[in-house]
């Protein structure tokens, strides 16, 4: 059984920082690449930021030059460097980690439950 489980979220005010962490626990062999969505009311999920095992990192254009990506390969944990926020980033925020089972040698995705980021003006 993977797990992932995400923390970090809260209530800020506009400009202000957020730290969401992200850790994966279970019968994990390795994890591959991960990353960052979110889903505000009313929209589709959308991808974040996400990174490689190697530390490659992707960003979606709303969060280049406000939001670091970063990972533990030793702690298989993630994280999400949150400045600058605006309330346009009021979101639930989920991690996602590709995953190989140390049971069965096979991959999948795993998403955690995600935690509520909410900005205000």
């Known amino acids: 059984q993977v797990q992932l489980v995400e923390s970090g979220g809260g209530l800020v005010q506009a400009g202000g920082s957020l730290r969401l962490s992200c850790v994966a626990s279970?019968?994990?062999?390795?994890?591959?690449?991960m990353g960052w969505y979110r889903q505000a009311p009313g929209k589709q999920r959308e991808l974040v930021a996400e990174?490689?095992?190697?530390?490659?990192?992707n960003y979606a254009d709303s969060a280049k030059g406000r939001f670091g990506v970063s990972r533990d390969n030793a702690g298989n944990t993630m994280y999400l460097q949150m400045n600058s926020l605006e309330v346009e980033d009021t979101a639930v925020y989920y991690c996602?980690?590709?995953?190989?089972?140390?049971?069965?040698?096979?991959?999948?995705?795993?998403w955690g439950q995600g935690t509520q980021v909410t900005v205000s003006s």
């Open positions: 996602r980690a590709a995953i190989l089972d140390s049971r069965t040698y096979t991959g999948a995705n795993y």
């Open positions: 279970g019968s994990i062999f390795r994890i591959n690449d």
């Open positions: 990174i490689t095992r190697g530390g490659t990192t």
